[in-house]
């Protein structure tokens, strides 16, 4: 039976998408031993440093246009699949050039995966260019400008990801500051594994529409409130934030507390196969173990609409 309730999802990051399978297939390919990071059909990592390190390690098993094309439509069909009708995808050019096939290619293939998605599927994909903050301030202006001179109409926004835990936000603000000068959209992770301050420090220095996580905002009344008064979007990710032990289970999650303090969020993936997730559990959860009732599920799912990085004409027809 197919899922009955529409979905949108805007916080999914491509090479986090990865099946397990998919990721065994590219290293018998390329000859590569990856029994430290994959075992019983699971990747492995014990902590959020480890899982960035496990992150790199998958996303270097796609080594070319043909892989991401492939990582992608696999992806955006499981998606449809589920009756997701909108989907963001977030990408790192740092991760093309670091495997050598460079940032054009590596976008070209994640476009061509689009397209094919879309062809078979009819799923809506933007893409929304990443920095990684952990590479620092120079690699991440660099995908600032990367995404604003890229011409590429299927690139609407920028956000930043990556350790929360280095260095401040204001080394990070030019970044901002070209993507915002260049018409994209503007979302940063903040308030995943920091506490509210971080959140503060991005909505003081990037003014973005829409925060990744932010769920640590709940630590500080008056961040909430600011979130609130200016409709900032929350792309949560629940199972993500259980996954990583940012809360121990889903009762002591905060998402019905933001909910009913007046702040819009939607649910999200994050990356799905490592925190044995997926958009459609991501919905179950909601509903059978965090009660909110199915009104509520397809208010969630309106705000990711109004939210997205995309033309009006495009988010009227989603609506
Ligand atoms: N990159 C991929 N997943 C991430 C997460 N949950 N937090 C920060 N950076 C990420
Ligand atoms: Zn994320």
Redesign the pocket.
Known sequence: MTDPLLKAEI???IE?AAPVSLALAQAEMYRVDISKIVKDGRYVWSDFSEFLLCYDAVASLFRTEADYALLTETYLTELAAANTIYSEI?VSPDHGDRIGLGADAYLAGICDGIHAAREKVGIETRIIVTGERHFGPERVIAAAEYAARAGNSLITGF?M?GDERMGKVADYARAFDIARDAGLGLTI?AG?VCDASSVQDALDLVRPSRI??GVRSIENQAVVERLVEHSTVL?V?PG?NIALSIYADFGHHPLRDLMAAGVRVCL?S??PPFFRTSLAQEYETAAAVMGFSEDEINGMTRTAIEAAFVDEETRSRLL
């Open positions: 916080h999914c990051h986090g977030i956000n990801a992770h995943e990744g996580h792309e990710c993500s999200n994050d990356d």
